[in-house]
């Protein structure tokens, strides 16, 4: 059965780097057949998809992050993390790890999310 | 960016109605459209993915259509637990972006 297991502080400083790491059991990182995705929720944006991680390791990060934002991978533990620099208060919201189905692009499963408040 | 427009943003059902919701994208996105269910604390759950496939597990009373930019999300039935909150999600290219939401109330 598969899990995404997120960990990661709840509160950061403003200015400061969010580190998020999700742990995947029940499957491979390295699979062919998945992306592994972060995804942020806030009450008025709403969904917004923060950036995608290959099954090569390649990445695809949203432009709206302005170069902010770095996914990595270790796959020693099978796990994938976000690192979100420079945060504001605009940066609270709900964190989400999720995996994404090749080739048809759907969440099939996510973590259970962090709320991260951006506050001094 | 593509946008999705979701709408209503909130719809008013009585258990054992028929309800669709509908998402319209910007320009086209082909199949590439999913669409989720969010139960308040917790994170979004695939109902429908490329359009029309239900997922596993999923009940049947959960439909979706549409093709190109129109696409809509169909509950037969509506049962007590479907009140809760549905989005649009295209994963045609990114940024993957997704609807604003559609909360389900109880009439």
């Known amino acids: 059965q598969l899990q995404l297991q997120q960990s990661g502080p709840g509160l950061v400083k403003p200015s400061e780097t969010l580190s998020l790491t999700c742990n995947v059991s029940?499957?491979?990182?390295?699979?062919?057949?998945?992306?592994w995705d972060w995804i942020r929720q806030t009450p008025g944006k709403g969904l917004e998809w923060i950036g995608s991680?290959?099954?090569?390791?390649?990445?695809a990060y949203n432009p709206s992050l302005k170069g902010r934002v770095t996914i990595s991978v270790d796959t020693s533990t099978n796990q994938f993390s976000l690192k979100l620099t420079s945060l504001s208060a605009t940066d609270t919201a709900i964190y989400y790890c999720?995996?994404?189905?090749?080739?048809?692009?759907?969440?099939?499963?996510w973590g259970q999310g962090t709320l991260v408040t951006v506050s001094s | 960016d593509i946008q999705m427009t979701q709408s209503p943003s909130s719809l008013s059902a009585s258990v054992g109605d028929r309800v669709t919701i509908t998402c319209r994208a910007s320009?086209?996105?082909?199949?590439?459209l999913n669409w989720y269910q969010q139960r308040p604390g917790k994170a979004p759950k695939l109902l429908i993915y490329?359009?029309?496939s239900l997922q596993s597990g999923v009940p049947s009373r959960f439909s979706g259509s549409g093709s190109g930019t129109e696409f809509a999300l169909t509950i037969s039935n509506v049962q007590p637990e479907d009140f809760v909150t549905y989005y649009c999600h295209q994963s045609y290219t990114t940024p993957y972006t997704f609807g604003h939401g559609t909360r389900l109330e109880i009439k």
């Open positions: 490329a359009v029309s």
């Open positions: 991680l290959t099954y090569g390791g390649a990445t």
């Open positions: 999720a995996r994404l189905v090749l080739w048809t692009y759907q969440y099939d499963s």
């Open positions: 320009e086209t996105i082909s199949n590439y």
């Open positions: 029940g499957d491979s990182i390295s699979g062919g057949r998945f992306y």
